[in-house]
């Protein structure tokens, strides 16, 4: 890859950032004269910034587009494969790895079974695993942006530390024993927040402008998102709707509390209150279980009852994403019945709808974190 070598002022910076941009967000390649007009640039300025973006190997020329008489125009995309950035999920008992280019396609994933570490050596795991699964895909470590890390946890920025996670078992712990074994640019995010930014920019053209994300695995989180951009909260804690009481004295939650939200539905519910996997249970679900309906329609009154009350609060989009979300789409209208119910202002439930990525979209979007600022900089 050649670096673009052309010295510009701020004003050029931005010129070129925008016509990077431009053919980055385009559902198909634009040609120079599209680039021109939808931006408002002279032809010569477009030509020039897509010369140095050609050189720099940052674009390239893509299909040429349908002739309206005259020469056929040629069309650009960006080389989406130039950079690429790791993200990584962190859960009790698993490691998941994800690579992603510029695009947010996956170049390659893996998932490791961790069983019980130590805290303190979870790092030491992390880093020789990331190791290994780069060396495994071949990526070049050249082209890698950084690496992104989510947990289910409330996270301390000041204090660099996890303030909370129930599911971890973990309370006021330096994330500094997880960044520190990495030898490569890391951050560190909530798993929730960083699945929120995914299912809003992979469906931000289809989405509104501000979703409510619910993010359903072995814990219940989420994200709030206002035009992209995440909400966090005084403290940080915004979008933990695993922690809403939905049921007062109700079933006890991890973190200690009775009648939350997590309690009723996160994956966790069905492993220890059945002793079966989740597979195992949408299986028996289909086979006409008994025991196994009774709890999937306990399961969902609540989880329709944290849809309503968050819908209620927000009025906006509600997407459901994680483990479990992948087994919904056979009962997202009975869900959105259940739901409607409950609305007081409404009829329809049209604001719900399932995430696109329900096993990926944390890795995506903590991984994402790098790719915008790459993108920002071009």
Known sequence: MKELEVPVTERRRLTRNSIY???YESESPPSKHEISQKLGLSLPTVHQNITELLNAGLIQVGKVQ????????IGYSIVSDIKFAVGISI????????ASDLKQSELAYKKIEIGSLKRDEIGTQVARDLETFLNENRLDRSRMLGVGITLPAVLDEEKDEVKLSPTMQMRNISLSTIRRPIPYTTYIENDGTSGGFAEWFGSR???????????????VGGAVLINGAQYYGKNKRSGEFGHMCVEPGGLLCSCGKRGCLEAYCSTLRISTK?????????????????????????????LAIGINNIHMVLDCDVVLGGFLSQYLEPYLPELKRMVEQKDTFEEGS???????YPRKANMMGVAWCYIKKYIESV
């Open 21 to 23: 941009n431009f053919i």
């Open 66 to 73: 349908k002739s309206t008489g005259g020469r056929r125009a």
């Open 91 to 98: 859960t009790a008992d698993k490691v998941h790895f994800l």
């Open 205 to 219: 053209n289809t989405l509104s402008n501000n979703i409510a994300y619910l993010y359903l695995e072995n814990g």
């Open 274 to 302: 059945i002793g079966v996997s989740v597979e195992e249970f949408f299986d028996g679900l289909k086979q006409g279980n008994r025991e196994y309906r009774l709890l999937w329609e306990d399961l969902l009154e609540h």
């Open 350 to 356: 049209e604001y719900l709808r399932l995430g696109r």
